[in-house]
């Protein structure tokens, strides 16, 4: 049985990235993925520049597009474009991705085991035992970030307590001339599904073309893939790499860490609820995390815990604005949309979101005395909207 310092479960942006920031900091650690890499995911592979400020390593080497702006559209409806001057978002694969931040892990002292997926994880004796179909690895910390259906979400107990939402993407060859149009361009489809969006991605040689939405509404994704193809005159017939994927939404009483195990990014529920996002949080907890492992493996705290108060203090506000946000948003978007469409001031302040100068907190923060009323209104929103379901499905 070999020996490591940490154990990492997963080698997705969250994975690889602890694994990068411990193996850096002198830590023994082995990375492992059941997938061979490099290995496509389902995402949209668009990196924020709100999630890039977070990441230290470079990862312009797997950039396919940087993006500028946006086409937005309400219920297919007629679109416009809202241009920035400087990035918004780095559009990349995750085939390529995650495969580069893996890398850059391994460079930098990490261990890393592709195509060995962890079967079993025991908890014993201060530390933890991780058994794959090749071997067992002792560690005296394991960092679960398996995604919302790994091993570890499930051992934890945490999968059972998100909420969820789902999202079905395929892509589309364009010959150079039509892919120029979207070459610094994002197109975002609004109102038009339950709870999510439409939107159209620019990559290298193709489009990346997805709809998310609640669970609930699964059936109804891949007709709606095709309209929003037909809606922005893109070949539907010609999506390939179709495939779904689950978006976990972590409700405040879901577990983070027990005794030497921890979860991250995806695993952890940690999806922003308002743009779907998960690669921002991949990158911030990722951090948090190996910061409160480093404190721990030197001595400096008696257990991980101070991950979990760290997640509670630095990122779980921001993601019940997101929330408030979000039900509000859904409740009635054409007012929503409008504002993009004629006021700079809120286009500006969109932009801000994406490039992290600002926050979903600060937002509400603007609204002054009127803020109790945001948390009011969505928690009536969000009633509206269960009661609205259950008497859809009791009717069914």
């Known amino acids: 049985m070999t020996g490591y310092d940490v154990v990492v479960v997963g080698a997705g942006p969250a994975g690889s990235t602890a694994a990068w920031l411990l193996a850096r900091a002198g830590a023994r650690v082995l990375l492992l993925d059941r997938a061979s890499f490099p290995r496509d995911k389902p995402c949209g592979g668009g990196v ?64 890393f085991h592709p195509g060995e997926p962890a079967t079993g994880l025991e908890v014993e004796g201060g530390g ?19 995604g919302a259906n790994g091993l570890t979400s499930r051992l934890l107990g945490a999968r059972q307590t998100y909420a969820e939402a789902v999202a079905l993407e395929g892509n589309v060859p364009l010959p150079d001339a039509a892919l120029e149009e979207w070459r610094e361009l994002v197109g975002l489809d609004l109102g038009y599904l339950a709870g999510g969006y439409g939107w159209v991605f620019p990559k290298d040689d193709h489009l990346n073309v997805g709809v998310g939405a609640w669970k609930y509404a699964a059936a109804t994704l891949r007709p709606k893939l095709v309209e929003l193809c037909q809606r922005y005159g893109l070949p539907a017939h010609r999506l390939w790499g179709l495939r779904g994927h689950h978006l976990p939404l972590r409700r405040p009483s879901s577990p983070l860490q ?31 995390a190996s910061e409160a492992v480093l ?44 504002a993009l469409r004629r006021s700079h001031h809120f286009w500006r302040l969109f932009c801000h979101l994406i490039r992290g100068e600002a926050t979903y907190q600060g937002l509400l923060r603007l609204l002054g005395p009127l803020r109790p009323l945001v948390g009011f209104y969505s928690r009536w929103a969000r009633s509206l909207r269960e009661r609205r379901l259950r008497s859809v499905l009791g009717n069914l």
């Not at 815990?305 to 509000?328: D, F, K």
């Open 48 to 111: 924020t520049l709100r999630a890039a400020s977070l990441q230290e390593v470079d990862i312009s080497p797997v950039v396919e597009r940087t993006v500028f702006g946006a086409r937005f559209s309400l219920r297919l409806g007629p679109h416009f474009d809202r241009w920035h001057p400087l990035p918004l978002t780095y559009m990349t694969q995750r085939r390529r991705l995650d495969a580069f931040l893996a890398e850059q892990a391994a460079v930098a002292g990490a261990h």
């Open 258 to 288: 027990r005794g030497p195990l921890l979860l991250v990014g995806d695993a952890a529920g940690l999806v922003d609820p308002l743009s779907g996002e998960g690669i921002h949080m991949a990158f911030r907890s990722a951090r948090l």
């Open 128 to 146: 933890a035992t991780v058994r794959t179909p090749r071997d067992a690895y002792r560690a005296g910390v394991v960092i679960g970030a398996d």
């Open 295 to 338: 404190r721990y493996l030197e001595g400096a705290a008696g257990d991980l815990s101070p991950y979990e108060r760290a997640v509670e203090r630095l990122i779980a506000p921001e993601l019940a604005a997101s929330w408030h946000l979000h039900e509000l948003f859904h409740f009635a978007p054409p007012p929503y949309v409008a």
